[in-house]
């Protein structure tokens, strides 16, 4: 009787989405019917989307990987023996950390990430879990606060705002009631990584979480997670469960006289409820409307109580920085941008997937050297980063540096890290017709430049490819849009209305060709 | 009328059961509406005002709550929803080509159901899942790289007859 060989099957949205759910079922039965010495976990993803269903097998020299190994091919590759004659199998990867795409990563906050089974609280603390709970349990919450100021961590749900500097403010409101709200409502198109921290590492956003909580004295914490996320929601709770049996939340967290829980609530598909304060509005059961600004959320935030807002991956890059120290974190990045940024690449690449760098790299480089190029094989055109917001960028901006200061430069912003590439079939027109006709499906309608700009945009867009003959009129109605845009720009409570004109005013500038002929 | 009142009176209960459970929750509005929605599948109208009375607000307001969502409906699905994500990482796969021939084959637009009530059309801004562009999610199941070819396969696994076009 040989020893049993640990395989790894993922277990998140798109690894399922390409049959990895179905592909584990007939593994499970052929290890069961041939009683092969095989056996399953279910982990993250490893975020080599191209490669999933991505299978590792643990061997004597680490994890070796096959992919991607779909449903179609399961009953061969059982039948090929994978587990004895590994290397001599076709999807045969080698071992998974030599894979380029990984290793030219610098994995910190997704270090777990697709390593560890999820729902398991041994892998998690065998793994460094809660080491930087330990420390922030030893430390004063000052300290906590400090420890995270100094790492130059910033708000990486898009707006990038210094997380020190917004926890400080919680922490010096008067005590009472406090909150921390995670924003899981990835909205932006292109971008996956807060799902895939939540299904592959739950843990992580937890323990991020009960820090912020010591951090500036709150008991409770809400995570707002998108409703378009069904497994994202399945795993999260039962993560959270879990945490509770463990003693990891509740009135004694880790066995301190420390207090902390946790509430997941669901969205209901409103992208405008990823902006914080119509977010706050729709935790309170109300509308998904927008509040002005000021009062801030730090000082008034949910149910009108101080309230520290993160985005998840900000939430989930705070234990290592407390394991570690600010200092390992602040090394990595360049500028003002501190850090890593899991950037995650979507759209027409051949090699999507989630990689995370320092700060500092080049968008050509996520392109070409992780992205491998379009997934059509033709030139590539444009490419749209930060999500619906962000600017289209030309090939003579793809070596702008990946940090916050030199997109804003161009008039572009990182966001959340998305990067959307299309091929040359692109209508740039028609991208900046859908990028308002977006706004106004989603515009909360609190104020005038968003909700009737963005209408009025998408009919001067219109007006644009019906008079591509009249060269006086289509200049006309081009003069038009840019004042909308400035209009936008100038006028709107928050960023929807506000950056909306970001894309348009790129595909503009960039790609006027595409304004002049209907195609 | 007998069976629709019946259904009435059973959907009553049901609604009164989730409101009690959930109404002394902070923010119990959007907990209270997704309980109703995941049993029912829709609001019922007829919910509303029981739901104002209970959390202590007007109708309006509940209603008002309502229609803000997208996801929130006040009127019953089809029996399949299924929803094609039209956000730019797949219009950059080819999405738009994808939807025209959803909407074609399936002979309704977004936010229609078909005649005999198998499937509910719908759009939807982003699944996640943009590393597999593009996308479409039934029931709680999301596919990757659908073109036309797999949205047919995917149409065909419901049992659901595409309608002849002439």
């Known amino acids: 009787m040989s020893a049993i060989i640990r395989l790894y099957v993922p277990r998140d949205t798109t690894a399922c989405s390409l049959g990895a759910d179905s592909v584990a079922a007939t593994l499970q039965q052929a290890i069961e019917r041939q009683q092969l010495p095989l056996d399953i976990v279910r982990n993250g993803s490893r975020g080599l989307y191209w490669l999933e269903p991505l299978i590792e097998m643990d061997t004597c020299n680490g994890r070796i990987a096959f992919g991607p190994v779909t449903s179609d091919k399961v009953d061969e590759f059982i039948a090929s023996r994978f587990w004895e004659r590994s290397a001599e199998h076709p999807l045969y990867l080698g071992p998974t950390e030599d894979i380029p795409y990984l290793k030219k990563q610098q994995r910190v906050t997704f270090a777990r990430v697709g390593l560890t089974n999820p729902l398991s609280i041994e892998d998690y603390c065998a793994n460094s879990g809660f080491e930087g709970l330990q420390a922030a349990l030893n430390m004063s919450a000052q300290d906590i606060v400090t420890c995270v100021t100094d790492s130059g961590l910033r708000g990486r749900g898009g707006a990038a705002f210094p997380t020190g500097i917004k926890w400080q403010t919680v922490l010096d409101s008067p005590s009472g009631q406090k909150y921390i709200v995670c924003n899981a409502d990835e909205g932006d198109s292109g971008t996956f990584s807060d799902r895939m921290l939540m299904e592959s590492d739950p843990f992580c956003l937890i323990e991020g979480m009960i820090i912020a909580g010591l951090a500036v004295g709150a008991d409770l914490g809400y995570i707002y997670l998108r409703e378009e996320y069904p497994l994202t929601k399945q795993i999260f709770e039962q993560a959270v469960e879990t945490a509770r049996v463990h003693g990891y939340l509740g009135k004694t967290i880790a066995s301190s006289d420390h207090q902390f829980d946790l509430e997941l609530r669901l969205g209901a598909g409103a992208y405008i409820c990823g902006e914080e304060t119509s977010m706050l509005e729709s935790l309170e059961g109300k509308r998904g409307e927008i509040r002005p600004k000021p009062p801030l959320p730090a000082v008034k935030g949910l149910f009108g109580k101080p309230s520290v807002i993160n985005n998840v991956i900000t939430l989930a890059s705070v234990p290592s920085i407390l394991a570690n120290g600010p200092v390992v974190y602040q090394e990595y990045g360049v500028g003002k941008s501190r850090g890593t940024l899991p950037f995650q690449l979507a759209g027409n690449l051949k090699h999507t997937g989630l990689v995370e760098l320092a700060f500092g790299g080049t968008l050509q480089t996520l392109l070409k050297d992780f992205g491998g190029g379009t997934r059509t094989g033709k030139p590539m055109r444009a490419v749209q980063v930060g999500g619906p917001l962000g600017a289209y960028l030309p090939e003579s901006q793809w070596d702008t540096p990946l940090d916050y200061e030199s997109f804003l430069a161009i008039d572009a912003m990182l966001g959340h890290g998305g990067v959307v590439a299309f091929d040359e079939s692109v209508d740039m027109c028609e991208q900046a017709r859908f990028s308002l006709e977006f706004c106004s499906i989603e515009s909360c309608g609190k104020c005038t430049p968003c909700r009737i700009g963005s209408v009025r945009g998408v009919e001067v867009i219109d007006r644009i490819r019906q008079t591509t003959k009249n060269e006086e009129k289509r200049v006309q109605s081009i003069e038009l849009l840019k004042e909308l845009c400035d209009t936008m720009v100038d006028g709107s409570l928050c960023a929807m209305g506000g950056m909306t004109p970001f894309p348009v005013r790129s595909a503009l500038l960039h790609f006027p060709e595409d304004f002049k002929s209907s195609t | ?166």
């Open chain 2, 1 to 166: 009328m007998n069976k629709t009142s019946h259904q009435q009176s059973g959907h009553t209960k049901l609604v009164v059961d989730i409101v009690e459970e959930l109404k002394l929750e902070q923010g119990a509005l959007l907990p209270i509406l997704h309980g109703i929605q995941d049993e029912l599948g829709y609001v019922p109208t007829e919910s509303v005002p029981f739901i104002a009375d209970s959390l202590n607000l007007s109708r309006a307001e509940v209603h008002g709550v309502i229609s803000f969502y997208h996801y929130f409906r006040s009127s019953p699905p089809g029996r399949y929803t299924v929803q094609i994500c039209r956000a730019e990482s797949c219009q950059a796969m080819g999405s738009r080509v994808m939807e025209n021939y959803a909407k074609e084959l399936l002979g309704i637009d977004f936010h229609e159901t078909t005649a005999d009530g198998e499937v509910t059309l719908l759009p939807v801004y982003c699944l996640g899942n943009c590393a597999c562009s593009p996308s479409v999610r039934v029931g709680n199941e999301i596919f990757s790289h659908v073109d036309k070819i797999r949205f047919d396969a995917i149409v065909a696994s419901l049992g659901h007859q595409p309608v002849e076009v002439t």
